[in-house]
């Protein structure tokens, strides 16, 4: 055990985790040039494209000191968005060390910060790493400064390095050894085991990430999750280097997989604890939660035929995203879809993009809403997750809406546009902190609804991209809601309602009435377009019907590209949703996602 | 029976709206006569020896060559293809080149047809349209055209021009009627991506094209035409009685034509191909005896949706029946299912299984060939 080392690494999205993990494989080994990719831990193609990890995963890693000593790296990956920060803290709390990788021309980011902070509460020994050292704009002096004001380390203590030069990466290897405890725990203890992630293996189902905190877990053990109380045979257990590697027994301090015949992600939660079902151990892994969504928004088929096919697709991308949720859902618009539940509105593009590229499906996503709690006259209290659930205005006594608290970092002289975004949200300042001379860190207690929207867009432009932003539910609060209905020829279009504060009503429905006219295509005849507050009209515009579509010339040369260009059209076409007698695009449905871009 | 079209790249200046591959300069213009030649040699066996009924030369301006170089041209493909002798040989021109010397000339060479360039009657509009002529130009043209002899005579006409009233629209019709031109081209504005017109309109350095007024001037083009006895043959095109542009109906007819120059297009029935719109890249190709083309072959989807875009835009319509017998009774379903849509919103007849547009229907041929388009992932029904 007193050769193991177990530790993450806390990183803001852009700053260079991946490339320096591939360092570290690199150096140690660990990948044969065959199997070589960029990036290896993020495997999702999306993961890639976006630069982002959304899962996390485990790898490890054999190091051998200058004096011969061979020392067994668990490298935990973490996911790098706030929508998964309970994921986030489970990867830490497997771990004894992590690595703070900080981006030498960017300084510090909020969601460094506040994925620091939960490694600092589980006395995780942090390894300051200065990456991007070989870029002209790399200001060390500056980043080190903020680096030692805020884990209060000596300048000494920080890594120069460069994951694209690979300088100063054995180093790293080195501090790791010297610096992270090894892990603590008792072989002989009843079987003690963290889960901190899961993912779905189509021949093998569920396998299970985990680390051990005290005992030992053999093959063929007789295992239990505690939370779940489900049981378990152990098929299968081992260590996680490129591939599976199985063991015949793992003791405390090692990380690995088990496979037990797991069919359904939700069977496997993260923050469970694994124990023998025969000498169970006296209390689960402390900081267990069960993840509950907090953005809804309808998911359906464009083309209503494929109905089934979505359900089957939604089933897929269950079984290794078991935060996601979904039940059947109607709307006369949309016809047959899914409501679905999403720890936020990354996890939401995640999940649309992974039903396009993974499963090839063309999807139609309503406007999100917030979990509401609606409280009726007869004292029930009901979750509200869509327009349609709200009670009736008879019965209904109150609604509560959640709030978050949130964190923005940003260069000072962006805080005073900030400021302005989030009192416009309906926020309210709690905290404003410098952390340098020129980086401010502001605290604002928001509304969830708020950010639904496109927050975090408007945040990265008023901030030139120098914002980061993080932030966490810490509960319920009265609002003041109305229900707003969008109006097609007078037709009211279901899957455009929105439950919204009153006092944003009138400025969102303009907003909507305007983005739907750029957007609705030109008909034969004008096509009106309202906003509607109950039977008040608040916001209208017209799309003026088409007077022409013909083509001047048609001959040789044209025939082809006009014909592409008709087949596009119609392809186009296909893909909209008749609202009356009204041809509505998809686009439609999505752009009122993102009203101001 | 097989077309053939030369396209000569050159123009003396470039009008705003034109997207055509043509070069305001005179770079190789005395190599293109003899690469344009050898381009046929090449290609001789494209059309599989069919008779050309028709040759067309476009550009461009062709006739930025002396009527001699023209007269070469034409004997050259004449040389290499099988040509009827009454086949039609059509020339482009632009009025400014219309002199009496050069029109007599040209009266020697086989070309029996002449399509001009007119655009509008009015100095503003062509100011507008950044054409090389005035108007004073055009009438002097069609005059000494007529004068040599030409009575095979086509005008072209635009529409939807900033600028142009109704009134000036209605002159300009009545001008080439006074002239009793036997075929006229009307083509409503169309600004086309990357054309300097497309620009200046963006950057506000010239007023934008109105659809409202295109509309109502196609409308009005049409209710003239129609009683001053043309047949309104094809969306664009107006013609007395039988005189139809015969060139350009083959495009409509699916009937196998080849391109020469950079550019120009081909169709063998199956496939299309065209030739690189680069002087250079094309006249190298040429030079290394291999044509710098680009080529795509039809799915059987794709040669439908050619033959309904191009037939509904014609007085012929899409025959149902052409349908069947090429593509099959599913396909021929399809369209019929469609087709019978538009015909309860009064855009289209059908009638006897052709399919026509209604009057108010031309003004949305693109929309409603776009719906009666099949795809080829689509089975098609059992017979």
């Known amino acids: ?56 995963h485990a790898i490890q890693m054999v190091y051998k000191t200058d004096d011969g000593v061979d020392y067994l790296f668990n490298l935990i990956d973490t996911p790098g968005h706030v929508d998964f920060s309970y994921e986030v803290s489970r990867s830490i709390a497997a771990c004894e060390g992590a690595l703070l990788i900080v981006d030498a021309t960017q300084g510090i980011q909020a969601q460094t910060i ?81 889960i901190f992630d899961s993912v779905y293996n189509s021949y093998r189902g569920i396998i299970a990430y985990f680390r051990i905190f005290n005992g030992t877990i053999r093959k063929n053990d007789f295992v239990k999750f505690v939370a779940t109380g489900r049981e378990y045979n152990a098929d299968e257990i081992g260590v996680l280097c490129m591939g599976l590697q199985p063991r015949e027994t793992m003791e405390a301090g090692d990380v690995g997989y088990i496979i037990s015949g797991i069919k359904s992600s939700k069977e496997v939660k993260v923050g469970d ?36 096919e979505l359900r089957n697709s939604m089933e897929k991308l269950q079984l290794n995203d078991a935060s996601l949720t979904f039940e059947p859902e109607s709307s006369a618009a949309l016809g047959f879809g899914f409501r679905c539940g999403f720890l936020g509105l990354l996890h939401m593009e995640i999940v649309q993009e992974r039903l396009d590229r993974e499963f090839d499906m063309d999807v139609i996503t309503t406007v999100p809403n917030v979990n509401y709690k609606a409280y009726t006259t007869k004292g029930e209290v009901i979750d509200v997750h869509n327009p349609s659930g709200m009670p009736g205005p008879n019965i209904l006594e109150h609604v509560e809406e959640p709030m978050i608290q949130a964190h923005i970092i940003s260069k000072s002289e962006y805080v005073g546009a900030i400021m302005n975004l989030c009192i416009d949200r309906r926020g309210e300042l709690q905290n404003q902190v410098y952390l ?75 907003r909507m009435c305007e983005k739907l006219r750029e957007l609705i295509p030109r008909q034969q005849f004008d096509v009106a377009i309202q906003a509607a507050i109950g039977a008040k009209i608040i916001a209208r515009e017209t799309v003026k019907a088409l007077r022409k579509d013909v083509t001047a010339k048609c001959y040789g040369g044209d025939i082809s590209r006009k014909r592409k260009l008709l087949e596009k059209q119609k392809k186009g076409k296909k893909r909209m949703r008749q609202v009356g007698n009204v041809e509505v695009p998809q686009s439609a449905f999505l752009a009122v996602l993102k009203l101001d871009s | 029976m097989a077309g053939l079209y030369i396209h000569i790249p050159y123009c003396r200046q470039k009008c ?22 050898q381009e046929m040699i090449l290609q001789k066996d494209y059309l599989t020896g069919e008779t ?98 030409f009575d095979n005579l086509n005008v072209d006409l635009i529409y939807g021009i900033p600028g142009l009233t109704d009134k000036k629209w209605g002159e300009n019709i009545k001008t080439v009627l006074d002239f009793h031109i036997p075929h006229i081209s009307a083509y409503a504005l169309t600004v086309e991506p990357g054309t300097a017109l497309d620009k200046l309109i963006n950057k506000k350095k010239l007023p934008p094209v109105e659809e409202q007024q295109a509309a109502d001037q196609f409308v009005m083009l049409m209710e003239m035409m129609a ?157």
């Open chain 2, 52 to 149: 050309l009924h028709t040759i067309y030369i476009g550009g461009g301006t062709p006739t930025v060559y002396p009527p001699q170089v023209i007269a070469e041209i034409i004997l050259a493909a004449t040389k290499q293809f099988k040509t009827d002798a009454r086949a039609e040989i059509n020339i482009e021109a632009n009025p400014d080149d219309l002199l009496p010397d050069y029109l007599h000339q040209l009266r020697k060479t086989p070309v029996n047809r002449l399509s001009i360039g007119i655009q509008s009657f009015h100095d503003d509009d062509l100011h507008y349209l950044n054409r090389n002529h005035s108007a004073a130009n055009a009438y002097q043209a069609i005059r000494n055209a007529l004068a040599a002899g």
């Open chain 1, 436 to 510: 340098t001379s020129d980086r401010v860190e502001v605290s604002f207690m928001l509304p969830l609804a708020e950010i639904v929207f496109d927050f975090y867009d408007k945040l990265k432009s008023i901030s030139r991209g120098y914002a980061s932003f993080d932030y966490h539910i810490t509960g319920y609060q009265p609002a003041k809601l109305v229900r707003l209905d969008i109006l097609l020829n007078g037709e009211p279009v279901d899957a455009l309602s929105t439950l919204i504060h009153h006092d944003n009503a009138y400025t969102f429905g303009r």
């Open chain 2, 227 to 383: 009683a001053a006895g043309y047949e309104h043959y094809e969306i664009s095109n107006f013609c007395k009685p039988g005189q139809y542009a015969r060139h350009n109906t083959s495009y409509w007819q699916g009937i196998s034509y080849l391109g020469i120059g950079p550019s120009a297009h081909a169709f063998d029935g199956r496939s299309r191909q065209w030739n690189v719109s680069n002087l250079e890249a094309w006249l190298q190709g040429i030079r290394s005896h291999k044509p710098a083309f680009e080529r795509e072959i039809l799915s059987p989807a794709q040669q439908l949706n050619e033959y309904v875009m191009t037939s509904l835009r014609t007085m012929w319509g899409t025959d149902l029946q052409t349908i069947q017998s090429r593509f099959g009774a599913g396909f021929r379903q399809m369209v019929l299912q469609q087709a019978a849509s538009f015909q309860k919103q009064g855009l289209v007849f059908i009638n006897e299984d052709i399919i026509t547009l209604t009057q108010r229907g031309k003004l949305f041929a693109d929309g409603i060939a776009a719906e009666l388009f099949v795809e080829d992932s689509e089975k098609t029904l059992p017979e």
């Open chain 1, 114 to 194: 506040s994925n620091l902070y939960l490694a600092i509460d589980h006395n995780l020994e942090i390894i300051p790493v200065l990456n991007k050292m070989d870029l002209e704009a790399a200001m060390p002096e500056d980043v080190k400064d903020q680096i030692v004001d805020l884990i209060g380390c000596d300048r000494d203590d920080i890594i120069e390095t460069s994951g694209k030069t690979g300088f100063g990466v054995e180093r790293i290897l080195e501090a790791i050894v010297e610096r992270v405890p090894a892990p603590s725990g008792d072989p002989k203890a009843p079987l003690q085991a963290l």
């Open chain 1, 273 to 308: 604890t694994i124990t023998h079902v025969d000498n169970p151990c006296g209390e689960m892994i402390s900081g267990f939660e069960n993840v509950k969504p907090m953005v809804f928004a309808g998911i359906y088929p464009v083309d209503a035929d494929d109905y089934e």
């Open chain 1, 1 to 56: 055990m007193k050769n193991i080392r177990n530790f993450c690494i806390i990183a803001h999205i852009d700053h260079g985790k991946s490339t320096l993990a591939d360092r570290l494989l690199d150096l140690t080994h660990t990948i044969g040039e065959r199997d070589k990719k960029e990036q290896v831990l993020d495997s999702m193609d999306l993961e890639r494209e976006r630069g982002i990890t959304i899962k996390s």
């Open chain 2, 16 to 37: 705003h709206y034109c997207n055509f591959y043509s070069l305001a300069s005179r770079k190789y213009r005395e190599l293109l006569p003899e690469a344009l030649q």
